[in-house]
């Protein structure tokens, strides 16, 4: 038997396994075992599996990883031990392809691929070609490399014993697995030591572990491993590293409900590792590698801890973490920290001798002088947002003083704008009223003399952020935001989930893997949530775990335009300004974006399917079509050669105005239809890519085959067919849409912004519902 793959579970790991399964298939080798270690439940689970090879099914000596793993060490019988974990994978093939690489070396590190996506995405990348060696950008970067690799003459592809045929894309899996390697030793292992550290993705020789009695910590749930890689690594002579990534890392982007190791709070992570560090590195028998775990210890403590321990412990903590890093600094020599700078070596002489008061008012310094560093060198917006920091939130807050953003200061819209109109309206002279509008967006807030405008992160902005005593926002406020006792956040949010939402979405490729924790500090801070039907009240307690009390059952201010009792001349004024010709009919196309087409952060790409020019053609003579790409859409399109068929109105302030002025709407996945159907005209869903954006990208909350308003359309032949006989789409969907109307829009009757106004600013009871 070559290999045994151990891989611990805990319950929450259950479900993952038949995917492990499958992906252990596809190695390329039967001549493996894989042993399975965790609980009771565990065991109790019957998994009825067909396999090649044995699985084992073990229960741990102890009910944490380290127990799990020891467990495995002792039931193993392989040559070489893989450690995988329940949630990762590896690469098709490489167990198969890597086999004469692990027979020459004593530890081989497959080398993580840390990703916040789902494992396919990468693979998916192998397959068509795509993938590179270079790491999502929040994996860290890896530090430019100084060794050379190594080229190993593997067997030729058709001697490995990889059937291809169980490989599905195999060919494009055996191009990703090259050659190279990188070999270790004790001389040249400094800089890349930590990546030694964690046992996932490591394959070892049970020889060794045998011979060494290597055993995992378990009384240490997050550093456990340290125990057994670090004896290990001391005495290992040979060492090597794929250069190629091929163990894939999923790591979760849910602190708050699946929280993974890393993730525990700053001070029970340090306080477990420099435990783990001070108890192991005083084995070590190896003088350089113990200066290599040093080395590390200290450029991480340099980097990291003076900020954490400054910033995100609370006072009861300190002294614990502090004593902790003491203990660790007295087994190190005296000169340990001569590698650092002047300031990080003083505190750290001062923590070892114990005087920690003194250093950590030292370190507060530090921190502040990196802030105020950064500050300075991010041009712009780092000296306003210091002074918010220092200065502008010690000042007093101004009662009557109300700040709005809409679509993060792009637009003068959404339900902010109606809110700010029914205050003047109805409160002349009592409320101060600053408007945000972001950098070169073309906003047109009023000109009124109650009513300024701040550019966003600007000074101003900065200083009506920290006095105002209404905040009305209709998305996430910025992280750094403070709330000041008695003001009061309004979020008025944009509207009703239709696609999975924030702790509802599992990993998605754009979101910043800290997302689910960010919105839920950010949400806390809210003090209302405007909600336009009992659905997204029943949305929102799950999607974003925000306390049903708080949300105002009012309907959306944004729509009470749509029953304004003006809305014919309102209607006809639009239509006029915007240059439309009145005898047209007005069809409005407002798709919304997509997670996986992107530039960079927050900049998505749009591709237009609509087939334009045929639209033009067969519908010109009596309709036009309005053009409204979602917020996010960085491109603009061009439609100038389709003369004046199309009005591209993506930057047109308030899309409610452009519901006023359309017959019909065509839209996919965005929440604008709900809105829409206020007006009870049709709507019609241009979803091209319906089975991917359903179950790749998102999923949603309706079910769209039987909810929905309206018909779901493939192809252009069938939108336009279905303009053709609008009539009859409306017969045939009157039912669904009264059903629909009845679900979601009962609340709409023209006096949401009301019912928001008298909880907010009068302090009135909430809406009954
Ligand atoms: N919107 C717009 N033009 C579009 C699409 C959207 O002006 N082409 C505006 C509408 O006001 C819409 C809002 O942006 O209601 C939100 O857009 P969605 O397409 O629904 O997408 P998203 O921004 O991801 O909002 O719970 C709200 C949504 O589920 C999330």
């Known amino acids: 038997m070559k290999y045994s793959i151990i891989t611990p579970v805990k319950t929450a790991d259950i479900s ?21 270690i965790g609980n009771q439940e565990l065991i109790n689970t019957n998994f009825d599996w067909q396999s090649d090879y044995p699985i084992h099914v073990l229960k741990g000596v102890t009910d944490t990883v380290g127990g799990a793993r020891n467990t495995g060490l002792d039931a193993a019988v392989g040559d070489y031990l893989v450690f995988v974990d329940a949630d990762d994978f590896l690469v098709p093939g490489t167990l198969a392809k890597y086999l004469p690489i692990v027979e020459q070396f004593q530890l081989l590190n497959l080398c993580q691929y840390p990703t916040y996506e789902p494992a396919s995405s990468f693979l998916t990348s192998i397959i068509s070609n795509e993938a590179n060696d270079n790491l999502p950008d929040w994996g860290g970067r890896g530090r430019k490399k100084h060794v050379d690799w190594h080229q190993l003459n593997l067997l ?10 169980k490989i599905a894309n195999g ?4 191009q990703w697995l090259t050659n190279k390697y990188t070999v270790f030793s004790q001389d040249n292992w400094d800089y890349a030591i930590h990546n030694f550290l964690p046992v996932a993705g490591k394959i070892v020789s049970r020889q060794l572990v045998l011979d060494t009695n290597s055993r995992f910590d378990e009384g240490n749930q997050q550093y456990g491993d340290y125990q057994f890689t670090l004896s290990i690594l001391d005495h290992c002579q040979t060492i090597a590293q794929l250069v190629r990534r091929t163990y894939i890392k999923e790591r979760h982007n849910d602190p708050i409900n699946d929280p993974s190791v890393t993730q525990a709070s700053f001070a029970e992570n340090w306080q477990n590792w420099l435990t783990e560090l001070t108890t192991e590195v005083s084995k070590l028998t190896s003088p350089k590698l113990k200066a290599a775990v040093d080395g590390y210890a200290l450029r991480r403590i340099h980097r990291f801890f003076y900020k954490g321990v400054v910033s995100e412990t609370s006072a009861e903590e300190q002294p614990e973490v502090l004593n902790r890093l003491t203990t660790y600094l007295q087994t190190l020599p005296a000169e340990a920290t001569h590698n650092l700078g002047r300031t990080s070596r003083s505190i750290l002489k001062k923590v070892r001798d114990g005087r920690n008061v003194s250093a950590y008012r030292q370190m507060k310094r530090i921190v502040s002088l990196r802030y105020l560093k950064r500050a300075f060198l991010k041009h712009g917006r780092g000296l306003p947002r210091a002074m918010y920091q220092t200065v502008f939130t010690k000042l007093p807050v101004k009662k009557n003083l109300v700040i709005y953003e809409s679509f993060l200061g792009r637009n003068y819209s959404d339900s902010p704008k109606y809110i700010y109109e029914y205050l003047r309206k109805n409160f002349p002279g009592k409320y101060k009223h600053v408007w945000i509008v972001a950098k070169g967006a073309d906003v047109n807030i009023p000109k009124h003399k109650d009513t300024i405008t701040v550019r966003r992160f600007s000074f101003r902005y900065m200083y009506y952020m920290a006095v105002s005593n209404y905040q009305v926002i209709n998305m996430r406020q910025p992280q750094w935001f403070q709330k000041r006792p008695g003001a009061k ?5 944009h509207g009703t989930p239709l696609k999975h939402l924030v702790f509802d979405m599992d990993n998605v490729a754009s979101a910043n893997p800290l997302y689910k924790q960010i919105f839920y500090k950010q949400s806390r801070q809210w003090d209302y949530l405007v909600t336009a039907n009992q659905f997204s009240v029943d949305v929102f307690k799950h999607a974003f775990m925000y306390p049903e009390d708080k949300m105002i059952k009012s309907g959306y201010p944004r729509n009470d335009i749509l029953n304004a009792p003006d809305k014919d001349e309102r209607q006809a004024q639009i239509k006029a300004k915007l240059h439309i010709p009145a005898d047209k009919k007005v069809i409005l196309y407002a798709p919304t974006w997509r997670d996986d087409e992107y530039y960079g952060v927050g900049q998505y790409k749009f591709d237009l399917k609509l087939d334009i020019l045929r639209l033009k053609r067969e519908l010109g003579d009596d309709y036009v079509l309005v053009l409204r790409t979602h917020y996010f859409i960085a491109d603009h399109l061009d439609t100038s050669g389709f003369g004046d068929f199309v009005f591209n109105e993506s930057s047109y302030d308030d899309i409610a105005e452009l519901y006023l002025i359309s017959d019909i709407l065509i839209t996919d996945y965005s929440s604008v239809f709900f809105d829409y159907a206020v007006l009870k005209r049709p709507i019609l869903y241009f979803v091209y890519d319906y089975e991917k954006y359903a179950s790749v990208l998102r999923g949603f909350y309706l079910n769209m085959d039987k909810d929905l308003p309206g018909p779901l ?8 067919n279905a303009i053709k006989h609008i009539d009859g789409v409306t017969a045939e969907y009157h039912d669904r849409y009264q059903a629909f109307s009845n679900r979601f829009n009962n609340w709409e009757d023209g006096h949401a912004t009301e019912r928001v106004v008298n909880t907010v600013f009068l302090d009135q009871p909430m809406p009954k519902r």
């Open 171 to 174: 060919k494009n899996y055996q």
């Open 489 to 493: 956040f309004l979020s008025t949010w």
């Open 16 to 36: 993952k396994l038949p995917l492990l399964k499958e992906n252990l298939d596809k190695q390329g080798t039967n001549d493996i075992e894989w042993l399975l």
């Open 713 to 720: 359309l493939k192809t252009n032949d069938e939108v336009i």
């Open 156 to 165: 030729s592809d058709n001697q490995v014993a990889i059937a291809d045929s």
